[in-house]
């Protein structure tokens, strides 16, 4: 797997996604708002009304200005944290109805999420926070270690098991974080500025990666503030005050490793 | 999972000494405290109540009061009327003597007594020689068995003391010269230890031929031994009727080892009530301690908690990883504590004289270990709960 190719686009280990907003939509989202209270009351509106559907297997890049909402979109998305109104499907069910435990098993067995501040445990090795989890799957040890150890390989972390994050540069961190997320082998991906810490021939071994697994047929979610990674996407969404304000398809997607934008489709 | 989930709580215990440290030695302070306050407390208990059933909780003294002229001592006469009891009475009569060795001069204490004053007298008990026999006391043979203090004032100890001779001198200016065949052990434990007894033991028939002015059968004390399996408290009824239709009543009085007893009790439960009362404070401070390191631990790992949230932990895996630190901890602590607690104990015990019973109540190591034990749990795993209640996001957030 260190060096998975593109193969078919929809491989057997990816559940079919279906629900009532029609067979192709992963994530349905309407009328998302979320609120901050602060200390003194003061309310602070991230999310403001935001609709959006994603079709399954989609790539698309989130764009958008500092503090315009989108790591907590994301993070809604991700079912780390919920929306203070409005209805999010996520293939078919309403995520609101969801008890503690199916949230649980939507976090550990469909979505990976590479945190914008990796959120690493820092007394485990890399190795044992890439299979933590694993461990939430209920896997045997020895299954844990091969995956992880799989995953940190496809990251190119793989001499780097035994080192615990405080031993780790930010980049590698990065990585880390994003083998955990890959471990699970998730059928959506959601990356918080998964390329922001990494120089850029890292990050685009990263995004060779994403490439590869969105041929999988996995769906990606990348937040980023750069337009050229946001290009190797589908498709770019705009965010504005904690709504969407464009989205638009990629006319030319770049291709990692190529300083210039390939020509898109077959 | 159960299994995983204990390796997890144990690698995040070994993972995190400083604070696992912490924790333990609040577990360890609060179980040690309780379990030893309170079983020192059942330990003195133990051991005064012991010392005075040793010193015989069958026995009675009838003394005459002694500030009142007119009550007279007792005579052969009343030994004989009580003597159809079932008891034994010690025929003793004492005086004070000068007792003088090669260079000591030394204030005695002189008992006349019987030869079978060791079979009814339980303190009395020979450390070297012999106490007289039926014969001496017969021949009023001079010879005199020394009390501990005694042979050490007056032969520098116990060892040196057993065939020397020894003068006796009474205020009257009289001189008899005895032998010292035996010498007695100092009482055990609490009650002799302190005082200093300078006495010795000879036979009556010495006593009344070598001190003048002494009348023959007539007693100040009668010092009385009931049998084991008699109900002192009847004997001693029965005494005080006999007694009382030969003299006035109000002219003696009896003393009972169990009278002595009721009022070391009310002492021994007051010390109890107090060590409990420490103890108590002890469990509570420990039990503060357990529950304020437990808090900052869960508020420092709440951050954790979101994170293992995040990554699809169920609320009920989170909090059973936190029971079992919990657990693991106070209960490695709890052991540790009673053990320290017992080899202190034991040191105390082997220490003090007068302390040589070794009690350790279940019921005290229950208790040590099931409070601390239980505020571990319920505050190390109550903050997990709430924190495990929060979204993964503000879980990751918390301050
Ligand atoms: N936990 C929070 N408490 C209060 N305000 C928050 C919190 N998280 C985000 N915000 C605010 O919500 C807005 C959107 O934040 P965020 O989603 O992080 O934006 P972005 O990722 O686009 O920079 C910002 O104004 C931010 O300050
Ligand atoms: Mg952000």
Same mark, same amino acid.
């Given at each position: 797997?260190?060096?998975?190719?593109?193969?078919?686009?929809?491989?057997?280990?990816?559940?079919?996604?279906?629900?009532?907003?029609?067979?192709?939509?992963?994530?349905?989202?309407?009328?998302?708002?979320?609120?901050?209270?602060?200390?003194?009351?003061?309310?602070?509106?991230?999310?403001?009304?935001?609709?959006?559907?994603?079709?399954?297997?989609?790539?698309?890049?989130?764009?958008?200005?500092?503090?315009?909402?989108?790591?907590?979109?994301?993070?809604?998305?991700?079912?780390?944290?919920?929306?203070?109104?409005?209805?999010?499907?996520?293939?078919?069910?309403?995520?609101?109805?969801?008890?503690?435990?199916?949230?649980? &098993?939507?976090?550990?067995?469909?979505?990976?999420?590479?945190?914008?501040?990796?959120?690493?445990?820092?007394?485990?090795?890399?190795?044992?926070?890439?299979?933590?989890?694993?461990?939430?799957?209920?896997?045997?040890?020895?299954?844990?270690?091969?995956?992880?150890?799989?995953?940190?390989?496809?990251?190119?972390?793989?001499?780097?098991?035994?080192?615990?994050?405080?031993?780790?540069?930010?980049?590698?961190?990065?990585?880390?974080?994003?083998?955990?997320?890959?471990?699970?082998?998730?059928?959506?991906?959601?990356?918080?500025?998964? &390329?922001?810490?990494?120089?850029?021939?890292?990050?685009?071994?990263?995004?060779?990666?994403?490439?590869?697994?969105?041929?999988?047929?996995?769906?990606?979610?990348?937040?980023?503030?750069?337009?050229?990674?946001?290009?190797?996407?589908?498709?770019?969404?705009?965010?504005?005050?904690?709504?969407?304000?464009?989205?638009?398809?990629?006319?030319?997607?770049?291709?990692?490793?190529?300083?210039?934008?390939?020509? &898109?489709?077959? | 999972?159960?299994?995983?989930?204990?390796?997890?709580?144990?690698?995040?215990?070994?993972?995190?000494?400083?604070?696992?440290?912490?924790?333990?030695?609040?577990?360890?302070?609060?179980?040690?405290?309780?379990?030893?306050?309170?079983?020192?407390?059942?330990?003195?208990?133990?051991?005064?109540?012991?010392?005075?059933?040793?010193?015989?909780?069958?026995?009675?003294?009838?003394?005459?009061?002694?500030?009142?002229?007119?009550?007279?001592?007792?005579?052969?006469?009343? $030994?004989?009327?009580?003597?159809?009891?079932?008891?034994?009475?010690?025929?003793?009569?004492?005086?004070?003597?000068?007792?003088?060795?090669?260079?000591?001069?030394?204030?005695?204490?002189?008992?006349?007594?019987?030869?079978?004053?060791?079979?009814?007298?339980?303190?009395?008990?020979?450390?070297?020689?012999?106490?007289?026999?039926?014969?001496?006391?017969?021949?009023?043979?001079?010879?005199?068995?020394?009390?501990?203090?005694?042979?050490?004032?007056?032969?520098?100890?116990?060892?040196?003391?057993?065939?020397?001779?020894?003068?006796?001198?009474?205020?009257?200016?009289?001189?008899?010269?005895?032998?010292?065949?035996?010498?007695?052990?100092?009482?055990?434990?609490?009650?002799?230890?302190?005082?200093?007894?300078?006495?010795?033991?000879?036979?009556?028939?010495?006593?009344?031929?070598?001190?003048?002015?002494?009348?023959?059968?007539?007693?100040?004390?009668?010092?009385?031994?009931?049998?084991?399996?008699?109900?002192?408290?009847?004997?001693?009824?029965?005494?005080?009727?006999?007694?009382?239709?030969?003299?006035?009543?109000?002219?003696?009085?009896?003393?009972?080892?169990?009278?002595?007893?009721?009022?070391?009790?009310?002492?021994?439960?007051?010390?109890?009530?107090?060590?409990?009362? $420490?103890?108590?404070?002890?469990?509570?401070?420990?039990?503060?301690?357990?529950?304020?390191?437990?808090?900052?631990?869960?508020?420092?790992?709440?951050?954790?908690?979101?994170?293992?949230?995040?990554?699809?932990?169920?609320?009920?895996?989170?909090?059973?990883?936190?029971?079992?630190?919990?657990?693991?901890?106070?209960?490695?602590?709890?052991?540790?504590?009673?053990?320290?607690?017992?080899?202190?104990?034991?040191?105390?015990?082997?220490?003090?004289?007068?302390?040589?019973?070794?009690?350790?109540?279940?019921?005290?190591?229950?208790?040590?270990?099931?409070?601390?034990?239980?505020?571990?749990?319920?505050?190390?795993?109550?903050?997990?709960?709430?924190?495990?209640?929060?979204?993964?996001?503000?879980?990751?957030?918390?301050?």
């Amino acid at each position: 797997m260190a060096d998975a190719v593109a193969t078919a686009p929809a491989p057997a280990t990816v559940p079919s996604v279906a629900g009532p907003h029609g067979g192709d939509t992963v994530i349905a989202a309407r009328g998302l708002r979320k609120t901050y209270v602060l200390g003194g009351g003061v309310e602070v509106h991230a999310l403001r009304g935001l609709d959006l559907d994603v079709r399954r297997g989609e790539y698309a890049a989130i764009m958008g200005p500092s503090g315009s909402g989108k790591s907590t979109l994301l993070q809604i998305l991700g079912c780390l944290d919920l929306p203070t109104s409005g209805s999010y499907v996520l293939a078919g069910d309403e995520v609101a109805t969801l008890d503690e435990d199916a949230l649980s &098993t939507i976090r550990n067995q469909r979505i990976g999420f590479v945190f914008q501040a990796y959120n690493l445990l820092g007394r485990a090795t890399a190795l044992d926070n890439v299979a933590l989890p694993l461990l939430y799957r209920g896997l045997p040890l020895r299954e844990r270690r091969a995956r992880a150890l799989e995953a940190l390989e496809r990251v190119g972390l793989g001499d780097r098991t035994h080192h615990r994050p405080n031993e780790l540069s930010g980049g590698q961190k990065q990585r880390v974080a994003i083998a955990r997320a890959l471990a699970t082998e998730p059928d959506i991906l959601l990356a918080d500025e998964p &390329t922001g810490n990494l120089d850029s021939r890292t990050g685009d071994e990263i995004l060779g990666l994403f490439d590869d697994l969105h041929q999988e047929g996995r769906t990606i979610l990348m937040v980023t503030h750069e337009s050229d990674v946001a290009e190797h996407c589908e498709r770019i969404i705009r965010i504005r005050d904690g709504v969407v304000e464009a989205s638009e398809a990629v006319a030319q997607r770049r291709r990692p490793g190529h300083a210039e934008p390939a020509p &898109t489709g077959a | 999972m159960l299994l995983e989930n204990l390796k997890t709580a144990l690698e995040a215990l070994f993972g995190n000494r400083l604070r696992s440290l912490l924790t333990l030695s609040g577990v360890v302070i609060g179980v040690f405290a309780v379990t030893t306050t309170i079983s020192l407390g059942q330990i003195a208990t133990a051991g005064i109540t012991g010392e005075l059933q040793a010193f015989g909780a069958q026995s009675l003294f009838v003394s005459r009061i002694f500030d009142d002229p007119t009550s007279e001592p007792f005579s052969d006469d009343d $030994i004989d009327a009580l003597s159809r009891l079932p008891i034994e009475i010690l025929r003793q009569r004492s005086t004070n003597v000068w007792a003088v060795a090669d260079e000591e001069r030394v204030r005695l204490g002189l008992n006349g007594t019987t030869a079978n004053a060791p079979q009814i007298d339980r303190t009395i008990d020979l450390d070297r020689g012999r106490f007289f026999d039926e014969g001496d006391a017969v021949r009023g043979a001079p010879v005199i068995v020394l009390s501990a203090d005694a042979a050490e004032e007056l032969y520098g100890g116990a060892a040196t003391a057993v065939g020397r001779e020894l003068v006796i001198e009474t205020s009257g200016g009289n001189r008899s010269f005895y032998t010292v065949i035996g010498v007695k052990k100092r009482i055990s434990g609490a009650l002799g230890a302190f005082a200093n007894d300078l006495s010795g033991d000879v036979p009556l028939e010495s006593l009344y031929r070598d001190v003048p002015g002494l009348t023959r059968g007539r007693y100040d004390f009668m010092p009385i031994t009931i049998a084991l399996d008699r109900d002192a408290s009847a004997i001693e009824r029965q005494v005080r009727a006999i007694l009382d239709r030969r003299r006035d009543p109000e002219s003696y009085q009896i003393q009972s080892i169990e009278g002595a007893l009721s009022l070391f009790n009310t002492i021994t439960v007051i010390l109890q009530a107090l060590l409990g009362g $420490i103890g108590g404070i002890s469990l509570l401070v420990g039990g503060i301690g357990i529950l304020n390191i437990m808090l900052v631990s869960v508020t420092e790992r709440t951050r954790e908690i979101g994170l293992r949230k995040a990554l699809g932990a169920k609320p009920r895996t989170i909090l059973q990883q936190f029971l079992i630190e919990a657990v693991v901890l106070t209960v490695i602590g709890g052991l540790a504590g009673v053990a320290l607690s017992i080899a202190s104990l034991w040191a105390v015990v082997a220490a003090v004289p007068f302390l040589d019973v070794f009690v350790l109540n279940p019921w005290v190591i229950a208790l040590a270990l099931g409070v601390s034990v239980a505020t571990g749990v319920i505050f190390g795993v109550w903050p997990a709960r709430r924190a495990a209640a929060l979204s993964p996001i503000e879980a990751l957030r918390y301050e």
